[in-house]
């Protein structure tokens, strides 16, 4: 999980700063109920956990901020429209920005602006357990022939202005949002949601081969998984050494 004293972890998926899955939960309507079997182990005191909200109950935040001592970023999105219009209701316009990044890469250009909003503890709707601080983030991107798309992401934190910076919040976040990459990559290189293995625990199965073959390419430093995957494709001898194999074929005889 690192050695900061915010030390960050996405909740119950796999530590940000190496982005490789070490558990999972699976099945619809069980996420809820394994955050406390795979946090409970672990000490957390002191560390910032992100999970998207709709994932958490009220319960299991208090748990995690009472008992376990952490501090969390939960992203809400537009599928809890009462919690997010709240958020969206507020004054963001009296708020200056207060942290601005950019990057480019594999084809894209991202810039990534953040507000922080101190809010109350009776701001009515967001069930959120200790919350002090509102985030406001708002992404813009660019592809390579394609038109620009902007996004508005809001997300409530237990860390309040004196524990963390904007752009600590802001790297949280993004690291939250490489969590999220690995479902990306999982479908698209994978075909994971074409996949027609759905008959007992096949498709449980499936999804572990996938984060072990993902978790094994990032372990090595590969950074575009397609592009890695690809060129093993074409020359299945280069998988041998990522699993411990040594390739040393007999050439006596052809």
Known sequence: MGESSHRRAALVEFPQ?????VAQVFG???????????????????DVLTFDALHSVKANVAWLAETKKAHY????KPNQPTAWAQLDGLDWHAVAIQHTASNKGHGRRESRSIKTLAIADNLGGI????????????????????KETRETVYAVTSLDV??????????????????????????????????????????RVMATLRNLAIGALKALGATNIAKTTRAI????ERALPILG?????????T
Do not use: M
Not at 28 to 46: N, R
Not at 73 to 76: N, T, Y
Not at 233 to 236: A, E, V
Not at 245 to 253: E, V
């Open 17 to 21: 700063q190496c982005g490789v899955l």
């Open 28 to 46: 619809a309507g069980q996420e809820e109920a394994g955050e406390a079997l795979l946090l409970a182990p672990l000490d957390l005191d002191g």
């Open 73 to 76: 970023v939960a992203v809400i």
């Open 127 to 146: 069930a959120f357990p200790h919350a002090k601080l509102a985030l406001r983030v708002h992404r813009r991107r660019k592809e390579t022939g394609r």
């Open 162 to 203: 004196h524990q963390a910076k904007p752009a600590e919040l802001a790297s949280h976040l993004r690291g939250h949002w490489t969590v999220e990459a690995q479902h990306h990559i999982r479908d698209r290189t994978f075909a994971e949601d074409a996949s027609t293995v759905h008959a007992g625990n096949a498709p």
């Open 233 to 236: 494709r074409d020359q299945p």
């Open 245 to 253: 194999i040594t390739y040393k074929p007999d050439l006596n005889g």
